[in-house]
């Protein structure tokens, strides 16, 4: 595994968020093109609440739109694990 050159936390959350967003791609972008690795990490994850997945995604496209009306992290937390009951 590669080391990181930075500390993630120099990111404000926002652009950590980016960045989950940009690997995720990434990974789903290599499952299409045929790589055993990408897709058995899609399969792993593909027993998570679609739901919330989804919750997620809107949430990371809604901050890249307009990130001055972003709730905080440990608000949306909240909110999805009582959606989650």
């Not at 990490?41 to 890249?64: F, I, K, N, V």
């Amino acid at each position: 595994m590669a080391t990181l050159d930075f500390d993630p936390k120099s990111l404000s959350i926002d652009d950590r968020l980016r960045l989950i967003d940009a690997l995720w791609k990434s990974i789903e972008q290599s499952a299409a093109d045929g790589d055993i690795a990408a897709t058995q990490a899609m399969e792993q994850w593909a027993d998570t609440e679609p739901g919330l997945l989804l919750e997620l995604e809107h949430e990371a496209d809604e901050a890249e739109r307009n990130p001055e009306s972003q709730t905080s992290w440990e608000s949306l937390l909240d909110e999805l694990k009582r959606k989650q009951g």
